[in-house]
């Protein structure tokens, strides 16, 4: 099946840095990438949607400003939060979109992203 | 407006008992449907997706799913679990022709004892 790649898996920072996730779809071709954030013990909520050469679509309520998303090709989308928080902490997640069709999302293992 | 409900967060089952995940839909169109696994700390994978072919459906692992629409549910089924099926189950719902976007349940934590 269809690999997505994150990276990285983990990382900690400071409050007031900020930190770059990667998302590979690695061995397909994906226009489509979504953004999650995953609390503990919840479900996951949708952040974006990241459309390879054109803006991100974002989810009401989530900071545009404070989530950038760059998907500047077929097989790489990035998240960079801004000015990070310790409320930023949780884990997130990307997916692509099977090129087999049916909506079907292929999901990247997650990054747990720690802001002290 | 799509919507996916879960019945039950933590089912829990001794190891060679029926395994039995329920999830009800809400769609406007016909959907796909999907159940996903997730383990701790990692992304989420397919077990088995509905697209219409057929109304029952196998999966990874042994497990497999019917798609009743009567009901407007997707429950999740395995006949014998194993301790390796503990982890959490979503049941997601997506819009034909009506984009990518897909609507996660809460989830279902399943506990199986030894």
């Known amino acids: 099946g269809a690999v997505v790649s994150q990276h990285p898996s983990w990382v900690i920072c400071k409050s007031g840095t900020s930190v770059k996730i990667e998302c590979r779809s690695l061995?397909?071709?994906?226009?489509?990438m979504f953004w999650y954030r995953q609390f503990p013990k919840q479900s996951l909520m949708l952040m974006a949607t990241?459309?390879?050469?054109?803006?991100?679509?974002?989810e009401q309520g989530v900071e545009k400003d404070k989530f950038l998303i760059n998907h500047a090709s077929l097989t790489l989308s990035t998240l960079t939060v801004t000015s990070a928080h310790p409320e930023d902490s949780s884990f997130y997640i990307c997916?692509?979109?099977?090129?087999?069709?049916?909506?079907?999302?292929?999901f990247g293992p997650g990054t747990r992203l720690t802001v002290l | 407006a799509q919507s996916v409900t879960q019945l039950g967060s933590h089912v829990s089952v001794s190891e060679g008992a029926l395994v039995l995940l329920r999830c009800n839909y809400s769609s406007s169109v016909p959907p796909y449907l999907f159940w996903y696994v997730q383990y701790p700390n990692q992304g989420l994978q397919l077990l088995l997706k509905?697209?219409?072919?057929?109304?029952l459906v196998k999966g990874i692992n042994g497990f497999e799913a019917e798609f009743k629409k009567s009901e407007t549910s997707f429950h999740l089924t395995k006949p014998s679990a194993h301790m390796s099926d503990a982890a959490e189950y979503f049941c997601?719902?997506?819009?034909?022709?009506?984009?990518?976007?897909?609507?996660f349940g809460a989830g279902t934590r399943l506990f199986v004892k030894a």
């Open positions: 061995d397909f071709q994906a226009t489509t």
């Open positions: 509905y697209t219409s072919a057929a109304t």
């Open positions: 997916s692509a979109i099977s090129p087999g069709g049916y909506n079907e999302q292929f």
């Open positions: 997601a719902v997506s819009e034909r022709g009506g984009g990518f976007k897909t609507i």
């Open positions: 990241s459309n390879e050469g054109s803006k991100a679509t974002y």
